[in-house]
């Protein structure tokens, strides 16, 4: 078994599993992004690294999510993560739309899907979790991105289009970061010098609505407002400013390992740089990094040679069971990557494996 991952190394990741190889302890954070249907083709690896990987883990392991990255996060942090990840994959597999959907009829799924993710006791395992401590990062809008009105919502979108084509830093203008965490531990986050950051406690008052405006896409669902503990407002989704990250994790740190399962092998920082194929992370942020995708040859073993996509609820629209029947390949697909990963790790040989993270990045 082989072939099916490429493994992507910072210089100081590199250096570390270079001489050890990669050890469960040697992971300080992981990041999931945002990306919608994108995910599915990563199940297969979240059920090999938090039902198998980390179990038995007692020192605290950071998750950041953001969109449906903190959605995945949300599923493993319950005490039986199997089983919350079954019932988040099948609920959300099974989402269903009239031909053309109105903003109300995709947040009322969502948030459906949310509640199934949840079950009844999701919110109090996650925030007492043993040693997962979730981080979830949202979006605090400023006006008109705080308006429910199309046409101002519209002009503000492409307000940011052009603000972040000319300089990433100028979507300030519209935007704040948030960063909803677990209390219970410091957050492995240094100076951030992008955006106004700012961090919020997560709470049973507040958790399931920050899971919502996370995943919030702006003109395709409804925002968020006033979200308990947070500064008043309106909040959309996290991956407007953290759509793949770019972050000084782990940077006050001397060792640690960022792990980063992506479904690309491009690190995107923030949604309006997908077109941007200059737009990349700032190369101190991803010393510490480890990013394991899916490759070309996995690729090209998948039905349209292409992981899920939201382009897919367009592509069939009116014939779900053909979606779902297509997802559910790409999902079994995915449970390859999950395999290799761990033989890869277990036999040691991830370390010849590696790549410099600066074939993507530089």
Not at 30 to 38: I, N, Q, W
Not at 290 to 302: D, Q, V
Not at 311 to 316: G, P, Q, R, S, V
Request: charged residues 25%; proline residues 6%.
């Amino acid at each position: 078994m082989s072939g099916n991952l490429v493994f992507y190394a910072g210089p100081k990741a590199m250096e570390s599993i270079g001489r050890q190889g990669l050890k469960p302890s040697m992971v300080k954070a992981v990041l999931a992004a945002a990306g919608g249907p994108k995910w599915l083709v990563l199940h297969g690896l979240d059920r090999a690294l938090f039902t198998t990987w980390f179990q038995g883990r007692t020192e605290p392991l950071f998750l950041f999510g953001s969109s449906i990255g903190a959605w995945q996060f949300a599923a493993v942090s319950q005490n039986d993560s199997s089983q919350a990840l079954d019932r988040f994959l099948s609920s959300y597999m099974a989402q269903s739309y009239s031909p053309y959907p109105d903003r109300e009829e995709i947040t009322a799924e969502c948030l459906k899907i949310c509640d199934i993710l949840l079950g009844d006791r999701g919110i109090e395992e996650i925030l007492a979790h043993p040693f997962l401590r979730l981080g979830v990062f949202a979006t605090h809008c400023k006006w008109p991105a705080t308006s429910e009105n199309k046409f101002l919502l519209s002009l503000a979108m492409g307000d940011a289009f052009l603000y972040n084509l000319a300089n990433r830093r100028a979507l300030n203008s519209l935007f704040e970061r948030v960063l909803f965490h677990d209390r219970r531990d410091c957050l492995p986050l240094g100076k951030t010098t992008d955006f106004t950051t700012k961090t919020v406690p997560l709470s049973p008052a507040n958790l399931k609505d920050v899971l919502m405006a996370s995943g919030a896409i702006p003109l395709v669902m409804a925002g968020v407002k006033d979200i308990a503990g947070a500064p008043p407002g309106m909040y959309r989704d996290g991956g407007l400013i953290d759509y793949n990250f770019d972050l000084p994790l782990l940077s006050n740190s001397d060792d640690g390992v960022i792990l980063f399962p992506h479904y690309a092998n491009r690190i995107i920082p923030g949604w309006f740089d997908k077109h941007l194929r200059w737009r990349k992370p700032r190369e101190e942020n991803v010393e510490r990094m480890l990013m394991i995708c899916p490759s070309r040859t996995f690729l090209e073993n998948l039905p349209y040679k292409k992981i899920s996509d939201r382009e897919d609820f367009a592509l069939f629209r009116g014939r779900d069971q053909e979606r779902i029947a297509y997802w559910n390949q790409v999902v079994e697909g995915g449970k390859r990557l999950g395999e290799e990963f761990l033989e890869t790790v277990e036999n040691g040989d991830v370390r010849k494996l590696l790549r410099p993270i600066s074939e993507i990045t530089s």
